[in-house]
């Protein structure tokens, strides 16, 4: 079994090589940039920065960001299983109905939660 492993571990060294080679001839090859004062500063439409680079963001965006992917990812799985009930029907496979039924469940009762602690909600 450990033979079959070879071309990968060939193929994670030969990566490996090329990274490491390619680091080493940049910093062998490249161009030395001078640095100074004026170069090192940030340059924002020719006058100085004043204040904090970056804006604060309410956490409700971060907090429905969250919600949509949660809930958006638990929808993916109904894909698979809607391919599959397609098969399973014909059986007359009842459980897996009610498996899915539960699942779904599980998420509106999510749901509604995240609406009952107003997470949803943009007004303070």
Do not use: H
């Not at 990968?8 to 490491?20: C, D, K, N, R, T």
């Not at 204040?51 to 929808?75: C, H, P, T, W």
């Amino acid at each position: 079994m450990l033979p079959d492993y070879i071309p990968v571990v060939i193929q994670i060294l030969i990566a490996s090589g090329f990274a490491v080679a390619t680091l080493i001839a940049s910093a062998l090859l490249g161009k030395r940039a001078l640095s100074n004062e004026t170069k090192e500063s940030a340059y924002e439409c020719g006058m100085n920065p004043v204040g904090n680079g970056q804006a604060r963001f309410s956490v409700k965006f971060y907090l429905v960001a969250m919600l949509f992917v949660l809930f958006d990812i638990e929808v993916v799985f109904l894909y698979p299983w809607a391919v599959v009930f397609k098969e399973q029907i014909s059986s007359g496979a009842t459980v897996f109905f009610w498996s899915m039924f539960g699942f779904v469940m599980i998420l509106f009762v999510a749901y509604l939660y995240a609406l009952k602690k107003g997470a949803l909600e943009w007004r303070n």
